[in-house]
């Protein structure tokens, strides 16, 4: 069982900056499971926004490319998705997923409670 607590969101003006948070449980989480940060806003379908697999390749979606950041922390086991430029169209309501990606968890899913972002002036 793997369990995700994000952090972080919050209002902000258009062109500010955000760092939300992912705090995992499990000291392998890491090695085991891909992480992945996900957006919602209201009316519309949950999007990918952000990963990082197990072997630390990392990408983006087009809309948040050269602005958003994923990283990870081992020794806290947190991700992190530094937001940079932000704009009105990047509010939602930020998600964070473990994606299982080895044998013994291979399709296991866990999500977060979501942390609400505002871009607004």
């Known amino acids: 069982q793997v369990q995700l607590v994000e952090s972080g969101g919050g209002l902000v003006q258009p062109g500010g900056s955000l760092r939300l948070s992912c705090a995992a449980s499990g000291r392998s989480i890491f090695s085991t499971y891909d992480m992945y940060w996900y957006r919602q806003a209201p009316g519309t379908q949950r999007e990918l926004v952000a990963f990082?697999?197990?072997?630390?390749?990392?990408n983006s979606a087009n809309s948040v490319k050269g602005r958003f950041t994923i990283s990870r922390d081992y020794a806290k086991t947190t991700v992190y998705l530094q937001m940079n430029s932000l704009k009105p169209e990047d509010t939602a309501v930020y998600y964070c997923?473990?994606?299982?990606?080895?044998?013994?968890?291979?399709?296991?899913?866990?999500w977060g409670q979501g942390t609400q972002v505002t871009v607004s002036s």
């Open positions: 997923n473990a994606h299982g990606a080895v044998a013994g968890v291979f399709g296991e899913e866990y």
């Open positions: 990082i697999t197990t072997g630390g390749w990392k």
